[in-house]
């Protein structure tokens, strides 16, 4: 019988209209040997007054840290620091889990004595509608699909401890910095072909706002694509890491921060936005993955795990990157 301690990470920010209901998928779960540290992020709502209610329900599960506002990363961080399971997963304070979730994260994590575990998810609207679903085709606990949010996933505490992978405190998709190490720092990283976590797509989130350059992270991802390179680490997938940049980059620019996913788009980000990340990751580009041509995951009509928009974008993305074309593509592409 799997008796591991999860620890579950929560910062909350003024989210009291979708707080219990977070909370209650997180007290409900079949798996007992769980606590929740919840990080108040100097929430002017009611969220502070919810989480200790439920503090005071559960004084032996549920912890309640206080900070000034400083962003979800300064928030996350100070947990890493507090808690005490051996396994620890995020989630965002809107956001909710099946009943099995932790339970199926842990035990394959025990079993298969991996560093990370990898699941899928699904977006929701705040009523419950399933917008889209994101699943694994896995075998053999392995797959070359790779998302660097926290959703569906679980770590062990000391392996994050041991590579010091935090959030970079001060910006926005902090989530991809954590996980480009998180999942590349290791060759013991299992995926599972079960969605058991619950996004909620709403107005006011991060990835509902268009995107401010001045709050990504650009250094952190730099930071983090070097580590990886230098790691030197015997079984991790360089090949798979390398595509996983560039598909990150490729979405980013050419998806996410085009439109709002899942949300209408009366707004758009200007060109000079666009410019400003596409110079940026036209120079990370360059310098880490000038060999990218020849590896084995864009090749068209092999690894049919992955999407054939995913490869066909990745492969017109590397084309203009790689010739410092990529402004000329952008300012075609943002016209469409």
């Avoid at 329900?57 to 309640?64: G, K, L």
Wanted: glycine share 6%; proline share 3%.
């Amino acid at each position: 019988m799997i008796e591991e301690k999860v620890s579950v990470i929560i910062a909350v920010y003024n989210t009291e209209r979708y707080l219990e209901k977070c909370l209650d998928s997180v007290m409900s779960q079949d798996y007992e040997n769980i606590e929740l540290v919840l990080v108040d992020d100097g929430s002017t709502d009611k969220s502070l007054e919810i989480m200790e209610g439920y503090r005071n329900r559960y004084p032996d599960r549920i912890t309640v840290l206080r900070k000034e506002n400083g962003g979800q990363a300064s928030a996350r961080n100070l947990a890493l620091g507090k808690i005490t399971g051996t396994y620890l997963t995020f989630m965002d304070s809107d956001d909710y889990i099946d009943p099995d979730y932790i339970r199926t994260l842990v035990t394959a994590a025990v079993e298969n004595g991996s560093d990370a575990v990898i699941s899928g998810q699904y977006k929701v609207t705040s009523e419950g509608v399933v917008k889209d679903t994101i699943s694994y085709k896995v075998s053999g606990g392995r797959s070359p699909q790779r998302r660097l949010n926290i959703a569906g996933k679980l770590y062990r505490t000391d392996y994050i401890r041991e590579h010091n992978i935090t959030f970079p405190e001060g910006k926005l998709y902090e989530d991809n910095s954590f996980n480009l190490l998180a999942l590349f720092l290791s060759p013991k990283i299992l995926v599972l072909p079960y969605e058991g976590y619950y996004q909620v797509i709403r107005e006011g989130s991060t990835t509902a706002k268009l995107i401010d350059c001045s709050k990504l992270p650009f250094d952190n991802w730099e930071y983090c694509i070097r580590t990886v390179k230098e790691s030197g680490i015997c079984g991790v997938d360089m090949e798979l890491f390398d595509f996983t940049v560039i598909s990150f980059f490729t979405y980013f620019l050419m998806v996410r921060n085009k439109k709002r996913e899942y949300l209408p788009n009366e707004k758009k980000n200007s060109i000079d936005n666009a410019l400003e990340i596409s110079d940026r990751f036209e120079k990370m580009t360059n310098v880490f993955f000038d060999k990218f041509r020849q590896n084995r995951y864009i090749r068209l009509f092999r690894n049919s795990e992955l999407p054939l928009k995913q490869k066909l974008g990745v492969r017109v993305f590397y084309s203009f990157a790689s010739k410092n074309k990529l402004r000329n593509f952008v300012r075609l592409f943002y016209k469409v």
